[in-house]
């Protein structure tokens, strides 16, 4: 089964747990009970943890997110307590760590889409529906919806897929009240995000959030609308009928699936490591994308 070529050993810090080591992140849990969240570099593709990181990565989710965080706050609470790396941890924790609140976790991923591609796609074309919502005749690989559409996903484990389930099993697992404000927050925060990105030049074609509940009051949590969860494309090269470009792993990908790198992605064999133009030019994206959506440098 697929996961990390490589599974890193956690690092060891004084005061901290360590709880966790996922496909990006390290989580921790501090004296206080907080939780602490590293962002790597590292690089998942095709349900793979790459050998190869991406450097800077970590630090622009991180940043991004924390944008992103401040511009939603009035629709929703977040999980960020602060940003302070704990002592004893290492120099290059900086700019890639939150401490965040304790959430009593919604196991769902909750996703919405503006526009058909992706594993929607591939859903749309056999069935005409969506996670069991139906949608017009005759959308393409990169179509806009007519709205936009809550597409709950399960929540895996690395190396596993999320699965697409439909918002009558949502209701089914987590109440209907719980699943209503689910999808309405959901679509609040897309539409917002949408139209800053729009605004940006970028078309937000999908992304997911994850949310929990502390005191009973719904909060926003992991990371939100970078690269990483997101699907970003440039407006001005959008055109409906085939794969878009995007800010994300493009060149990763399809340096993964191309003859140089010899590897095939339904076998057991794990990824090669990545050359280094395509470390430079992923690093590259993620940068071009954090500095047009927030309309800040890079330093």
Request: net charge negative.
């Amino acid at each position: 089964m697929p996961g990390f070529v490589e599974k890193p050993e956690p690092v060891e810090v004084p005061g901290l747990t360590h709880l966790h080591t996922g496909k990006v992140r390290d989580l921790y849990r501090n004296a206080a009970g907080d939780l602490v969240m590293v962002a790597s570099d590292r690089t998942s593709v095709y349900d793979w943890v790459l050998p190869t990181e991406i450097p800077d990565k970590g630090r622009v989710l991180t940043q991004l997110s924390l944008w992103w965080f401040d511009q939603l706050s009035d629709l929703v609470p977040h999980h960020v307590l602060g940003t302070d790396v704990p002592p004893g941890a290492p120099a290059d924790w900086a700019g890639r760590t939150l401490v965040c609140k304790s959430l009593d976790m919604v196991p769902v991923e909750c996703v919405a889409r503006g526009y058909l591609t992706g594993s929607g796609l591939a859903e749309y074309r056999q069935t005409r529906t969506v996670c069991g919502l139906a949608l017009p005749e005759g959308l393409v690989d990169g179509s806009e919806l007519p709205a936009p559409i809550f597409t709950p996903a399960t929540k895996a484990a690395v190396g596993d897929h999320d699965e697409n389930v439909s918002y009558e099993e949502v209701a089914h697992q987590v109440g209907a009240e719980v699943a209503a404000e689910l999808r309405q927050t959901t679509l609040a925060v897309y539409g917002r995000a949408r139209d800053i990105a729009r605004e940006r030049g970028i078309i937000l074609a999908d992304t997911k959030f994850e949310f929990g509940f502390a005191g009973g009051q719904l909060t926003l949590a992991d990371e939100v609308l970078t690269p990483d969860s997101s699907r970003f494309w440039p407006a001005d090269l959008w055109q409906p009928g085939r794969a878009q470009p995007s800010f994300d792993k493009q060149f990763v990908r399809d340096w993964l699936t191309s003859s140089a790198a010899d590897w095939d992605r339904t076998g057991e064999e794990p990824p090669p490591a990545l050359p280094h133009e395509i470390v430079e030019s992923t690093r590259a994206k993620y940068i071009e994308a954090y500095q047009r959506l927030t309309g800040l440098s890079w330093a």
